[in-house]
């Protein structure tokens, strides 16, 4: 089943904040996240295997959520190479279903 | 660091004609990927191999078919080529099935004409 991920598109200036999120009605089992620039292959970010789970990646970091089966990405003090889409993807012993994915630009 | 290799990396083609994508994954890794991505829209898994034997398969067309060599290289063939099969095509690989993190090829963009 298709995770859903909100928002769908979000607008930031440069050094702003944004969050991520991606819930399934499904229970969660692994979150992965990765960034994709037009037209170039999806960058692996980071991947969220137990509940209470929290990753970072230079500013860019994650928790996970397994009660409320949800898993947020968090992008702090952002820069303009940020700019891309965010797809999360969820599996469990089965192959990776990912969301439809949020688009972020960052602009100056 | 050794990436996903992926060929060619364009390709155009007539409506049923057939095209073979290759792709050579990281070295040691033992799962082969095989995504389809339409304009827009999030990838679609289509097929893995792990060890060289099919693992699962997704929405892969009949016409498509697939397979991984000793060398672990992975082929998708695609026959009766559509309109609607053009498309970004990647492969990606990891280490270990489905739950571990995938490395993912630059794609072949592929147009049908």
């Known amino acids: 089943q298709q995770p859903v991920q909100s928002p769908q598109a979000v607008i930031l200036r440069e050094g702003e904040d944004a969050v991520i999120n991606c819930s399934s009605s499904k229970a969660l089992y692994s979150v992965h996240w990765y960034r994709q620039k037009h037209g170039e292959a999806p960058v692996f970010l980071m991947i969220l295997l137990k509940g209470g789970e929290q990753k970072g990646h230079e500013k860019i970091s994650a928790s996970f959520n397994e009660k409320k089966q949800q898993s947020s990405l968090y992008l702090t003090a952002s820069q303009l190479s940020y700019s891309g889409t965010y797809f999360c993807g969820t599996a469990r012993n089965t192959p990776l279903v990912f969301g439809k994915g949020t688009r972020l630009s960052v602009i100056a | 660091a050794a990436g996903v290799i992926q060929s060619p990396r364009h390709l155009i083609k007539e409506k049923r004609e057939t095209a073979t994508l290759k792709c050579y994954p990281i070295p040691r890794h033992d799962t082969v990927y095989w995504y389809q991505q339409g304009p827009g829209q999030d990838p679609q898994f289509l097929i893995s191999?792990?060890?060289?034997?099919?693992?699962d398969k997704g929405s892969i067309p009949d016409r498509f078919s697939a397979q991984q060599f000793s060398d672990y290289h992975s082929e998708l063939n695609m026959s009766s080529l559509e309109l609607g099969d053009s498309a970004l095509y990647f492969c990606?690989?990891?280490?270990?099935?489905?739950?571990?993190?995938?490395?993912f090829g630059p794609g072949t963009r592929l147009t049908v004409t």
């Open positions: 990606a690989s990891s280490l270990g099935k489905n739950s571990y993190e995938q490395y």
């Open positions: 191999f792990y060890e060289k034997m099919q693992s």
